[in-house]
């Protein structure tokens, strides 16, 4: 499984990665997955150097900043940024996340880069939907409520006896003008039947109405809702009053919501992501057919619901907060929370959030994009281990080594109990390696990583530094026997039979062996120099043995060492 991350790690996430080291402000690639390199044109030839050596100035500035914001908040940072390429502007979200030494100390900065212009493009598009809705809405509710209706009163046979100004209005002509005049002169000629049958069936003593067109005096169409009452007087009909309501913009407008409903809902009904309406008293009113898909619940299970619904208790709270001050501030949000799908678990979602006002400025609703992030949060999670591990052996690296031996070194110093280093390496591994081909010189590296870890006690820790070199950390040891004894182990799981990769081959190995057994100021730095120089001495011995480097109060070193025999 760990293989399989570390393959979809580097080779599988279409977002950018990249694993950064923090020395006194200064950023250093550590780590680029394979789509960083192809985007922006990287290798591995990278690692190790500064964002300032790599990226233009005035770029190298900007992250330098966006990362030192991380370094001292300790906390993560979102930012955004936009750029254009041949003419096109695209959008990329950057996610930083620290991770800290054993005192606290962010020595690390993971990013994670993804292209996030389909986002901003469809959320800025639903945005405009409902933007357009709500826009939609507010006309018609206002020509429909406070326009005043055009009346005109017609004689039996149809023909205009007087009129009110909204009449006027309508038509463009004045009363005056309109007098002695049948009302239908004034109709498009294919509605001139429908107007006639209007005033017969309303001369039978019925309130009759229609949708006619009008033609006004410059000769423009009018949409009218057009009512015909008889006016009876002494129980006879003696005339009728017509009352025309001009519809012309609240049917554009009617023509428009129909369109933008059935472009919203055409976004809506094919997104991956979940889109959800959620109105001001913060029930949900709209969700997309893809809550099937991602949470596996129908979406008319969400309607009415509150918006916190399937919510993590512990997240909710939070949530609720974020929500107020968009609609408080009016900008836009973003949050990471857990919620519960169909089958009970709790996955991570990513919410993209924007409110809505009317032109009054007072709040709608709100527009919720949200997307599933669980694969991506148990990427990062696997970040962390690799940023600790050496990829070949998957024991832990020199980063992890330091922190452990922090640890260590305060339990020394606390329980005054001895405290040891192993270092120790490959007898002529360049002969391995010149010899039988790269291969095979992993392959040794890899099984001699493995036969120490299974010589040391749980609570040790074994270390590759890097090429053949590997540390062992000792704590709470009672005499240097212990050390000597766990040299010994180790020299017998060397010794027997390698056969690798079709070879039968002779490994051995050199070892020094630092101990610090006296209440004494040590450093990593220090012991690892006492182990080193006892290496060394092991391999001007000849190789294939161990010497031990006793740091004690009278700061003499002296040695011991024990040839193993083939």
């Known amino acids: 499984m760990e293989k399989f991350y570390k393959e979809v790690l580097m080779n599988g996430i279409k977002d950018m990665v990249f694993i950064f080291e923090v020395v006194n402000y200064d950023f250093r690639f550590q780590f680029i997955n394979t789509a960083a390199m192809e985007r922006l044109n990287l290798s591995n030839q990278i690692i190790g150097s500064s964002i300032m050596e790599i990226e233009p100035k005035e770029k190298a500035k900007f992250l330098y900043k966006q990362y030192s914001k991380v370094v001292e908040s300790q906390k993560s940072y979102t930012y955004e940024e936009v750029y254009e390429e041949n003419g096109i502007k695209y959008y990329a979200e950057t996610d930083l996340s620290p991770y800290f030494d054993e005192k606290g100390t962010v020595d690390r900065i993971i990013a994670v880069v993804r292209d996030i212009t389909n986002e901003r493009n469809a959320l800025s598009n639903a945005m405009e939907m409902i933007s357009g809705l709500a826009e939609s809405n507010e006309r018609y509710h206002s020509l429909f409520f406070h326009n005043t209706d055009g009346i005109f009163i017609l004689n039996k046979k149809g023909y205009i006896t007087d009129g009110n100004e909204a009449s006027e209005h309508i038509t463009g002509y004045k009363i005056k003008e ?103 008293d913060g029930e949900i009113t709209y969700v997309s057919p893809s809550y099937k898909n991602i949470l596996g619940y129908y979406h008319q299970e969400y309607l009415k619901k509150s918006f916190l619904h399937n919510v993590h208790a512990d997240d909710q709270e939070h949530l609720v907060e974020i929500v107020r001050n968009s609609i408080s501030s009016g900008e836009p949000f973003t949050i990471q929370f857990r919620q519960k799908n169909a089958e009970g678990d709790m996955i991570w979602c990513e919410s993209i959030g924007n409110p809505v006002f009317n032109h009054n400025n007072t709040f709608q609703h709100l527009v919720v994009l949200t997307r599933d992030i669980t694969l991506r949060r148990e990427y990062e999670s696997k970040l962390k281990y690799f ?5 070949l052996t998957d024991l832990p690296n020199r980063l992890f080594f330091k ?164």
């Open 387 to 391: 940023a600790y591990h050496d990829s």
């Open 403 to 566: 922190e452990q031996f922090a640890f260590a070194k305060e339990q020394f110093l606390t329980n005054n109990t001895p405290l040891a280093l192993i270092l120790l390496d490959i007898d002529h591994f360049k002969l391995i390696n010149d010899t039988y081909g790269h291969d095979t010189g992993d392959a040794v590296i890899k099984e001699f990583g493995s036969r120490i870890k299974s010589t040391i006690r749980n609570h040790d820790m074994v270390a590759r530094l890097g090429g053949d070199e590997f540390v062992i950390l000792l704590s709470n040891i009672q005499s240097s026997n212990n050390a000597i004894e766990i040299a010994e182990r180790i020299n017998h799981a060397i010794r027997q039979p390698w056969k690798l990769n079709g070879h039968t081959l002779t490994v051995t190995t050199s070892m020094g062996i630092a101990l610090a057994s006296s209440q004494r100021t040590i450093t990593e730095s220090s012991l690892m120099k006492k182990a080193d120089i006892a290496l060394y001495e092991a391999k001007e011995s000849g190789k294939n043995c161990y010497k031990l480097y006793n740091v004690n109060s009278s700061n003499l070193p002296s040695y011991t060492h024990k040839k193993t025999k083939l």
């Open 178 to 280: 309109l007098f002695g005049k049948p009302l239908k002169e004034l109709l498009d000629k294919e509605d001139t039947g429908n107007f006639d049958n209007l005033i017969n069936e309303a001369l039978k003593g019925t309130n009759q109405s229609g949708d006619l067109i009008f033609k006004n005096k410059n000769g423009e169409q009018v949409n009218i809702i057009f009512k015909i009452i008889p006016l009876i007087i002494d129980e006879k009909i003696i005339g009728l009053y017509g009352i025309l309501k001009d519809f012309t913009e609240q049917l554009q407008s009617m023509n428009k919501l129909e369109e933008s409903e059935k472009r919203f809902r055409i976004i809506a009904e094919n997104a991956h992501d979940l889109i959800t309406l959620v109105n001001k």
